[in-house]
């Protein structure tokens, strides 16, 4: 198999050892045909010649198939007429015809191939003095050329397929990667909008009750630089993966370990967010990590956006098949509002590392995002059993409306 690939990568090397190959076996069983045809010519050097010339031929098949096929077809016509014995030289013809229609178009091929049925009846009749065999020759001549003919057009149709899927594919991973991307800015961008604009209308509103209220406004503005920046570095990062760049990142990548520094960005005086974590934290693949923090940061997004919620919570549970993230507002809940992506996001990061997620309003007011992310391997996303990857707790039945995943929100 080596070998084969080696020779697939250098085709005229290959085509090359065909030819050498292919000579071999056409002039070692020419002289076996010499005693059947006792009235034709014995060999000579002169035909050991053209069928080597005619071996030759072959060497550029791939490169000029018309002209491959025209020597063969003069060899032929030359060996045949010079009295040589019929014999498997007329291979030399059905593999170029065969190059011709699988490295050129379809009318170039078929024109060629109609063209030499042609002479070589001619040529069998002139040969032979027997016109009452041209039907006969005009079947059989028709029958080997056109075999080689609809394989080539068979596997030149198969090459343009594979060539087209290839295109595709990559058009389809560049796609992907690109909507990747969109998502990663999406996440990192969006909560921290919702945040910059959370305390820009905090320092605004203490603005405009009191006018001698300097701390409280300074602490909202370094909020919103504290955001802009984290921002700002997190996006840095995210576009260096699609640049190639790879720069120092001025802190951790994100993950379930930043939790509490995102609790604490989101928290303010309109908003407390309370963070609880409970079971042994176990060390996560990227993806279950990145994962993980971009399901609570959109979820918490979701609430700065669209709850008016004044308390929100974050529960962050390590189990001994994965990690379940619930975050909860006392907010107006309601169905979600339409043409938002945020939780078709959460959905497809839990679906991509087969989890589940689960959103939707709480019966006494509120809303609820509750996903579970499985371990897995360090190399695959591994399914978590059934018994332990079941739904979240089921939400109460005049919630059910909104089961898993509906619309989006943001």
Not at 33 to 48: F, G, H, I, K, V
Not at 277 to 282: D, F, Y
Not at 283 to 301: K, M, S
Request: proline letters at 7%; a neutral charge; hydrophobic letters at 45%.
């Amino acid at each position: 198999m080596h070998l084969l690939h080696r020779l697939a990568a250098r085709p005229q090397l290959a085509d090359t050892l065909f030819a050498l190959v292919v000579g071999v076996l056409v002039i070692g069983c020419s002289f076996p045909t010499q005693s059947e045809q006792p009235d034709r010519l014995r060999l000579d050097t002169t035909a050991l010649a053209l069928l080597a010339l005619g071996a030759l031929a072959l060497v550029v098949r791939r490169r000029w198939a018309v002209l491959a096929c025209t020597v063969t077809f003069a060899v032929v016509t030359v060996f045949i007429g010079a009295g040589y014995p019929y014999g498997p030289l007329f291979l030399y013809v059905m593999i170029t015809v065969y190059s011709l229609a699988a490295w050129r178009g379809t009318g170039w091929s078929v024109t060629v191939t109609s063209v030499l049925v042609v002479l070589y009846v001619w040529l069998s009749a002139w040969v032979e003095k027997e016109p009452d065999g041209v039907l006969f020759n005009l079947a059989t001549t028709t029958f080997w050329l056109a075999t080689p003919l609809i394989a080539g057009i068979a596997v030149r149709v198969r090459r343009h397929s594979l060539e087209q899927s290839a295109i595709e594919e990559r058009r389809r991973h560049a796609y992907e990667e690109r909507l990747r991307m969109a998502q990663e800015v999406h996440d990192v961008v969006g909560h921290s909008l919702a945040v910059i604009s959370m305390n820009a209308g905090a320092a605004l509103h203490v603005l405009s009750r009191s006018p001698d209220t300097a701390p409280q406004v300074e602490e909202s503005l370094r909020a919103i630089r504290q955001a802009g920046t984290a921002a700002l570095d997190e996006l840095r990062v995210t576009l260096s993966a699609f640049t190639g760049a790879c720069p120092a990142p001025d802190r951790p990548a994100a993950g379930l370990g930043l939790l509490p520094e995102l609790v604490a960005a989101t928290s303010s005086d309109r908003l407390a967010v309370q963070l609880d974590v409970r079971g042994t934290a176990q060390p996560l693949r990227h993806a279950v990590d990145l994962a993980g923090y971009r399901i609570v940061q959109e979820a918490l997004t979701n609430v700065l956006r669209h709850a008016a919620a004044r308390q929100a919570a974050v529960d962050v549970a390590y189990g001994p098949q994965g990690v379940t993230l619930t975050v909860t507002d006392d907010g107006r809940g309601g169905a979600p509002l339409p043409g938002g992506s945020g939780l078709d996001s959460m959905h497809e990061r839990a679906r991509a590392l087969h989890g589940v997620l689960d959103a939707g309003p709480l019966p006494g007011g509120g809303f609820r995002v509750h996903a579970v992310l499985p371990y897995g391997d360090a190399s695959a996303a591994a399914p978590v059993p059934d018994r332990e990857r079941s739904a979240p707790p089921p939400l109460p039945d005049r919630a059910r409306g909104v089961h898993p995943l509906p619309g989006g929100v943001a």
